[in-house]
């Protein structure tokens, strides 16, 4: 960080972190690793001739990079909240990573039961109250027929009689 111009205000806005929002050690130093990376895409560039397009430009770069979504969100954070800093404090007229929002994370699929273990589940002792076979229905259903929960739930007893159909 320290071989870039702007890098004294960069160090200042990571002081101002970490006295007035007490942040841990761990998140101080990846904002200091996000801005480090902002530096080496300016190359001798003055943070004060960022852009908005420049910063879509180095996020493109960072996911080609190999940077996730998470990585990449994180960056875009420690950037946007640097040039807040340096609006409110250094007298930067903008800041150019408002409105930049980062790619979604994916979200992971949920887990699926697997055959041994639902056949266990079907295997154990036949439940005696009413509730407990209406959810021992409820699940061999939703097991072998690939419904929604949602769908599940909207159910009504009469959806599974066929001589009401038309």
């Known amino acids: 960080m320290d071989a870039h111009p702007d890098s004294r205000l960069a160090r200042d806005y990571l002081h101002a972190l970490k006295h007035s929002r007490r942040l841990s050690p761990a998140t101080l130093a990846n904002y200091g690793r996000a801005l480090d990376v902002l ?3 300016l190359g001798a560039e003055g943070l004060n001739s960022l852009q908005p397009p420049q910063v879509r430009r180095f996020m493109a770069i960072l996911h080609a990079r190999g940077l996730g979504a ?3 969100a994180l960056a875009l954070s420690a950037w946007r909240g640097c040039f807040g800093w340096l609006v409110r404090h250094r007298g930067f007229r903008v800041n150019p990573v408002l409105g930049i929002r980062a ?3 994916p979200r992971p699929l949920p887990k699926a039961l697997s055959v041994e273990a639902a056949q266990r589940l079907f295997r154990e002792e036949k439940p005696g109250t ?3 076979v209406r959810d021992a229905a409820m ?4 097991y072998s027929s690939g419904l ?3 769908e599940l739930v909207a159910l009504d007893v009469d959806d599974g009689r066929l001589d009401l159909r038309q």
């Open 39 to 41: 530096f080496g895409l």
């Open 103 to 105: 790619p979604r994370a």
């Open 148 to 150: 929604r929960l949602g």
């Open 139 to 142: 699940f061999e259903l939703l």
């Open 130 to 132: 009413p509730e407990l």
């Open 70 to 72: 998470r990585s990449l």
